[in-house]
């Protein structure tokens, strides 16, 4: 089973940034993608952005294409998401999601963050 943990969320001014981490901790298992998504108040989560291990293939949500940028870590298992020119509706929580293989059972899962709280304010 694979652990995540989140950080780099807080409170920011229109058009500042923030940096989001996420590490993946575990045993026997390899992850396929990382990426954030993120839940506003009263709407669905979102897919913000995604970052493949085979060829760091990246997929962005169109509200943040050119502000934001997911990269990954392979040694240390970890996703950032750096956020630039932040709005007022960036605000939410985003969750770290790994996409991973285990070893162990020859399945493929999903694993969730515990959500880290970003709020822009205007």
């Known amino acids: 089973q694979v652990q995540l943990v989140e950080s780099g969320g807080g409170l920011v001014q229109a058009g500042g940034s923030l940096r989001l981490s996420c590490a993946a901790s575990?045993?026997?298992?390899?992850?396929?993608?990382m990426g954030w998504y993120r839940q506003a108040p009263g709407k669905q989560r979102e897919l913000v952005a995604l970052?493949?291990?085979?060829?760091?293939?990246?997929n962005y949500a169109d509200s943040v294409k050119g502000r934001f940028t997911i990269t990954r870590d392979s040694a240390k298992n970890t996703v950032y998401l750096q956020m630039s020119s932040l709005k007022p509706e960036d605000t939410g929580v985003y969750y770290c999601?790994?996409?991973?293989?285990?070893?162990?059972?020859?399945?493929?899962?999903?694993?969730w963050g515990q959500g880290t709280q970003v709020t822009v304010s205007s």
């Open positions: 999601y790994v996409d991973y293989y285990s070893r162990r059972t020859y399945r493929t899962y999903v694993a």
């Open positions: 575990g045993s026997s298992f390899r992850i396929n993608a």
């Open positions: 970052i493949t291990t085979d060829s760091d293939n990246t």
